[in-house]
C-alpha cells in the first residue's frame, strides 16, 4: 500500500531564504511522485513530477525535488522565497498497479515572512 | 482547454439534509476522480471512474455518500443524509489513463454541515 508522510505542518521562511518541505512515502513498487500546490480557495495545481527519468526533477515557479530512492524521499526546495509561495504544499504518490489514484500527505502549509 | 468545473462553490445545509455536487471533466479525460479534503488534512479519494465504470470506491461511506458518471462525461456526487463531519471541500479531477498521469483538478466545493 502507498503512503505519504510530510514532514512539518507548517513552515516559516523569510522573503529570500530556502524553502525546504519534507516528503517521504512507502510504496511496493517504483512510485510516480507529485507535489501539488493549494492556494485559499483554490484547488490543486500541479508543481512537478517525478516518473523515474531524471532523479532531480524542475517545477514551476522556481521549485524542484529530488528523488532519493534509499531514503524514500522527495523533498521539495526552492532557493529564495518568494511571498506569492504562501500557500499549502503536497506531497501525492500513484502506482500504475494501483489505477494511478493519487494519495496525499497531510500537507505543510508555508508563511513566508517579509 | 477549459479546466474541470465544479458547481456550487460553496454550500451550506444542517445536519440530516442532502447536497450535490456536480462536476464537468476536461474533455477527453476517461478516469474522474472524487476527494474529500477536511480542514488541515490532505485530500482523500472518494471514488474513481473509468469512463462511466467504478475504478475504486472503497472508501466511499456507502451508507449516506452515493456517485454516478451515468455517460461517462459529467458526474454527481450526492450526500444523504449530512452529518456534521462531512463539512469539508470536495475536490473533482480528471485525467487521460495510463503512465503517470497528472491529475488535473477543479477548484473544489465547500460544504458546511451545521
Known amino acids: 500500500a502507498q503512503s505519504v508522510t510530510q514532514l512539518g505542518s507548517h513552515v516559516s521562511v523569510s522573503e529570500g531564504a530556502l524553502v525546504l518541505l519534507r516528503c517521504n512515502y512507502s510504496?511496493?513498487?517504483?512510485?510516480?511522485l507529485f507535489w501539488y500546490v493549494q492556494y485559499p480557495n483554490q484547488g490543486l495545481q500541479l508543481l512537478l513530477k517525478y516518473t523515474s527519468a531524471a532523479t532531480l526533477v524542475k517545477g514551476i515557479n522556481g521549485f524542484e525535488a529530488e528523488f532519493k530512492k534509499s531514503e524514500t524521499s522527495f523533498h521539495l526546495t526552492k532557493p529564495s522565497a518568494h511571498m506569492s509561495d504562501a500557500a499549502e504544499y503536497f506531497c501525492a504518490v500513484s502506482e500504475e498497479a494501483a489505477g494511478n489514484k493519487l494519495t496525499f500527505g497531510g500537507g505543510t502549509r508555508v508563511l513566508v515572512k517579509p | 482547454e477549459a479546466g474541470v468545473a465544479q458547481s456550487p462553490r460553496y454550500k451550506i445545509i444542517e445536519k440530516r439534509q442532502s447536497v450535490a455536487f456536480w462536476c464537468n471533466p476536461i474533455?477527453?479525460?476517461?478516469?474522474l476522480y472524487w476527494y474529500q479534503q477536511i480542514l488541515g488534512q490532505g485530500p482523500k479519494l472518494l471514488i474513481q471512474f473509468q469512463n462511466n465504470g467504478v475504478v475504486d470506491d472503497s472508501q466511499l461511506p456507502k451508507d449516506r455518500f452515493s456517485a454516478e458518471r451515468l455517460k461517462g462525461v459529467d458526474s454527481t456526487l450526492k450526500i444523504q443524509p449530512a452529518k456534521l463531519e462531512d463539512s469539508a471541500v470536495y475536490l473533482c479531477?480528471?485525467?487521460?489513463?495510463?503512465?503517470?498521469?497528472?491529475?488535473?483538478f477543479g477548484a473544489g466545493s465547500r460544504l458546511t454541515v451545521l
Open positions: 474533455s477527453g479525460h476517461a478516469t
Open positions: 510504496s511496493s513498487v517504483p512510485p510516480y
Open positions: 479531477a480528471s485525467s487521460s489513463p495510463g503512465g503517470a498521469n497528472v491529475l488535473t
